[in-house]
């Protein structure tokens, strides 16, 4: 699988790891009244769909920069990649 790094261009794969759902990404608030099913959902369970998702990469072998892959699970296609700073303005400004 080829990622188009936003800096870097075109890059295989195995450059990178995968971290996991990018929704990670806004672990919740913790106060005293959080309940701790929360907390547990966010560290425990995760989706598993088919279609797009949004998922964390890792550039270890690169520039070390992390960035959020938008992709088809179903057939891998790769819809969109983005630094995570970049997602998370996106995402926050919905």
Known sequence: MIIQHPDLGPRDSSEFVYKGDAELLFRPKRTENTDQKIFHDYLYLRNNPAGKHCELWYHEYGDRSWLV??????????????????????????
């Open 69 to 94: 892959v938008t992709r088809d699970t179903t057939n891998h296609e790769i819809l969109k990649v983005e630094h995570v700073e970049d997602y998370i303005k996106s995402y926050k400004a919905k």
